[in-house]
């Protein structure tokens, strides 16, 4: 079993729609979560950052942590063509940080 | 300000070649350094870190190299490519409010 699940997609919405993006995870060590942007032939950029359990915003996303469940999500309200990009999620729990495999977004105008 | 740079940007190898990436850290000193490759849908496969000059460790046992020459160069070596060495290869260094990673801008590698 992989430490961190992600569904690589492509997920194919709307301009307008909200959009969930999920990962879970199996270690429980882990205390920092992150969610990268990364567009096209560029290197992954930091989007959102959480460190314990519930939702974090900043502006048109939303992060949310569930250790519990072993569960994060990031949501993307008013999705822009603008945010087509796969999208990777994090974990950190001491020196190293584990990725997902990141899902592909794209976002129709 | 803090800046990561990568070259080159793309890189076509015959199988057998021996390759050199690197990648160069300004605005800062002694980071803790990283590379890593990424191959479609298989996300980011940390291959070695660095913590000082001439301090590297290996997370993958594999046919490449890295060397850390000065405080803020990071290189990547193979004396020989395969064709499973092609993928996107990203460089990085922690910093920011929470020392997380930051991304250079990455270098395409094919191996024909």
């Known amino acids: 079993q992989k430490e961190v699940e992600q569904d690589p997609g492509p997920l194919s919405v709307p301009e307008g729609a909200i959009v969930s993006l999920n990962c879970t995870y199996s270690?429980?060590?882990?205390?920092?979560f992150m969610w990268y942007r990364q567009y096209s032939r560029k290197g992954p950029e930091l989007l959102m950052y959480t460190y314990s359990s519930g939702n974090k915003e900043d502006g048109r996303f939303t992060a949310q942590v569930d250790k519990s469940s072993k569960y994060i999500s990031l949501f993307i309200r008013d999705s822009q063509p603008s945010d087509s990009a796969t999208y990777l999620c994090?974990?950190?729990?001491?020196?190293?940080?584990?990725f997902g495999a990141g899902t592909r977004l794209f976002v129709k105008a | 300000s803090q800046t990561i740079h990568q070259w080159p940007a793309t890189l076509v190898q015959p199988v057998g070649s021996p390759l050199s990436l690197e990648c160069t850290v300004e605005?800062?000193?002694?980071?803790?350094l990283y590379w890593y490759r990424q191959a479609a849908g298989r996300g980011l496969q940390l291959l070695f870190y660095?913590?000082?000059?001439?301090?590297i460790s290996s997370e993958v046992p594999q046919n490449l190299s890295a060397s850390r020459p000065q405080d803020r160069q990071f290189i990547l070596s193979s004396k020989k490519l395969l064709l499973s060495d092609s993928g996107f290869y990203l460089c990085?260094?922690?910093?920011?409010?929470?020392?997380?990673?930051?991304f250079g801008p990455g270098t395409r590698l094919t191996v024909l």
């Open positions: 990085a260094f922690l910093a920011g409010d929470y020392n997380e990673q930051f």
């Open positions: 660095s913590v000082g000059i001439g301090q």
């Open positions: 605005g800062t000193s002694n980071p803790n």
């Open positions: 994090a974990m950190k729990g001491g020196f190293k940080t584990i």
């Open positions: 270690n429980s060590a882990f205390q920092y």
